[in-house]
T-cell receptor, first 110, second 115 residues
């Protein structure tokens, strides 16, 4: 079952903060976050593992609430380069494959 | 440098024709995946493979097939192309032996139009 992302779209001015949420109805082992720029392939940003370990990105952070099966991606002091569509991908224990959300389009204006 | 490539990058075909999209990775990854991307649906998994001779159906596998005869390649075949299969197709690979985080590396995509 596809995780649900919210909001579907966000428009910010450069320097503002954004939060993107990802919710699943299934018990999760990990949550991956990817960013896709227009016309390009998705690129891995970050992973949140059950138990709290994460591999991060320099200027972007994330959290994983295991009780609620929710993850949030935090982009602070946004830059123009942050524009793109953000996808969460959820992984169940032992599955190795991901189920992706429908994406959140982030637009950063100068 | 290791990479993952897809060919062709653009393809126009007619309804009913058989089409094969190629995916080749030099990461030596065990896991390979095929996704389709349509507006409003995100990335949906078509087929995936965890190793040579292993293939599995994803959530939208009807009308598609794959085979894995070596580590590097996972071609995707549309048996009889339909207009509903017009989409952008992405191939990806991953391997926990290379990274315990098992992140996926995506190819550049193939834009397929079925007329």
């Amino acid at each position: 079952q596809q995780p649900v992302q919210s909001p579907q779209a966000v428009i910010l001015r450069e320097g503002e903060d954004a939060v993107i949420n990802c919710s699943s109805s299934k018990a999760l082992y990990s949550v991956h976050w990817y960013r896709q720029k227009h016309g390009e392939a998705p690129v891995f940003l970050m992973i949140l593992l059950k138990g709290g370990e994460q591999k991060g990105h320099d200027k972007i952070s994330a959290s994983f609430n295991e009780k609620k099966q929710q993850s949030s991606l935090y982009l602070t002091a946004s830059q123009l380069s942050y524009s793109g569509t953000y996808f969460c991908g959820t992984e169940k224990q032992g599955a190795q494959k991901l189920v992706f959300g429908q994406g959140t389009r982030l637009t950063i204006n100068p | 440098d290791a990479e993952i490539t897809q060919s062709p990058r653009h393809k126009i075909t007619e309804t009913g024709r058989q089409v094969t999209l190629a995916c080749h990775q030099t990461w030596n990854h065990n896991n390979m995946f095929w996704y389709r991307q349509d507006l409003g649906h995100g990335l949906r998994l078509i087929h995936y493979s965890y190793g040579v001779q292993d293939t599995n159906k994803g959530e939208v596998s009807d009308g598609y097939s794959v085979s894995r005869s070596n580590t590097e390649d996972l071609p995707l075949t549309l048996e009889s192309a339909a207009s509903s299969q017009t989409s952008v197709y992405f191939c990806a690979s991953s391997d926990k032996r290379a990274s315990s985080y098992n992140e996926q590396f995506f190819g550049p995509g193939t834009r397929l139009t079925v007329l």
